[in-house]
């Protein structure tokens, strides 16, 4: 088992800027993907941006430009930098694990954490 605790939301003005951070604790080993999911009241959980154990970064449109995920593979944490932030970007944002093991992937979630973004 692996688990997941975020930290970092909060309330923040359009424009400005949060920092998110994930630390995972468990059974931490071999090759991973960490990440970042949202959602918003209403709609299905979607991708923000996602980082390999080699430091591979991947980020959905609605992102790029504004937000940065990095991780520290010591520390077994993840992170993500959003600056220039639009009321649209208010969500729970999720912290996920995901383990590959030959074809199967194995996921795991954080509890989430509140992102509201209001003038």
């Known amino acids: 088992q692996v688990q997941l605790v975020e930290s970092g939301g909060g309330l923040v003005q359009p424009g400005g800027s949060l920092r998110l951070s994930c630390a995972a604790s468990?059974?931490?080993?071999?090759?991973?993907?960490m990440g970042w999911h949202r959602q918003a009241p209403g709609k299905q959980r979607e991708l923000v941006a996602t980082i390999s154990s080699g430091g591979t970064t991947n980020y959905a449109d609605s992102v790029k430009g504004r937000f940065t995920i990095s991780r520290d593979n010591v520390k077994n944490a993840v992170y993500l930098q959003m600056n220039s932030l639009k009321p649209e970007d208010t969500a729970i944002y999720y912290c996920?694990?995901?383990?590959?093991?030959?074809?199967?992937?194995?996921?795991?979630w954080g509890q989430g954490t509140q992102v509201t973004v209001s003038s």
């Open positions: 996920n694990y995901r383990r590959t093991i030959r074809v199967n992937n194995y996921d795991y």
């Open positions: 468990g059974s931490i080993f071999g090759n991973s993907v």
